[in-house]
T-cell receptor, first 112, second 113 residues
Framework: KNQVEQSPQSLIILEGKNCTLQ??????????LRWYKQDTGRGPVSLTI?????NTKSNGRYTATLDADTKQSSLHITASQLSDSASYIC???????????FGTGTRLTIIP | DGGITQSPKYLFRKEGQNVTLSCEQN?????MYWYRQDPGQGLRLIYY???????QKGDIAEGYSVSREKKESFPLTVTSAQKNPTAFYLC????????????FGAGTRLSVL
């Protein structure tokens, strides 16, 4: 069964600090993995998308890594801002599959 | 201003009532999707459509129905057969190319009176 597990479930950090969110997936055969940011009461917005051949991808202060051998991904946020407070969802897609497998998300709270 | 518009933002359903959630996109995307989001769970696929006049059931289609008469529109009806409809509903679309990025609407929160 395809699964995506994220950790931690929630995280609180001070403004300006860095943090790393983790994602483990068991989707096979694997095609790509994406990270979404979801503000409370809003739809998710895509941050990055990586195929199995990509190890790292950055989008501003967000850097995602992917290890297709260990089936792990991480999202690193640098110099956090209050606006980074949101849920971050890891999503994996199987090769040739229209359906996506969603993680339950990490709820990140940035405090001043 | 391109995007996906969901309406209404909040919706209340009475016992035994069918309600319809609207989803419109002006991104010229072929594929559209409906997801349900519950607290502590990942998004779950209800229905998806890859082309006009065609749609497929997702993982939790029971108690829901859809239509795809126009490329821009993919309404979802929550029927009285759906016994636990309270959730946040998200509509998405994609252009179907290799990486298949899905773009989401702002969501509709459905509650039962």
């Amino acid at each position: 069964k395809n699964q995506v597990e994220q950790s931690p479930q929630s995280l609180i950090i001070l403004e300006g600090k860095n943090c790393t969110l983790q994602c483990n997936y068991t989707v096979s055969p694997f095609s790509n993995l994406r990270w979404y940011k979801q503000d409370t009461g809003r739809g998710p917005v895509s941050l990055t998308i990586m195929t199995f051949s990509e190890n790292t991808k950055s989008n501003g202060r967000y850097t995602a890594t992917l290890d297709a051998d260990t089936k792990q991904s991480s999202l690193h946020i640098t110099a956090s801002q209050l606006s980074d407070s949101a849920s971050y969802i890891c999503v994996a897609r199987g090769f040739g599959n229209e359906k996506l497998t969603f993680g339950t998300g990490t709820r990140l709270t940035i405090i001043p | 201003d391109g995007g996906i518009t969901q309406s209404p933002k909040y919706l209340f359903r009475k016992e035994g009532q069918n309600v319809t959630l609207s989803c419109e996109q002006n991104l010229n995307h072929d594929a559209m999707y409906w997801y349900r989001q519950d607290p502590g769970q990942g998004l779950r696929l209800i229905y998806y459509s890859q082309i006009v006049n065609d749609f497929q059931k997702g993982d939790i289609a029971e108690g829901y129905s859809v239509s795809r008469e126009k490329k821009e529109s993919f309404p979802l009806t929550v029927t009285s057969a759906q016994k636990n409809p309270t959730a946040f509903y998200l509509c998405a679309s994609s252009n179907g190319v290799a990486k298949n990025i899905q773009y989401f609407g702002a969501g509709t929160r459905l509650s039962v009176l």
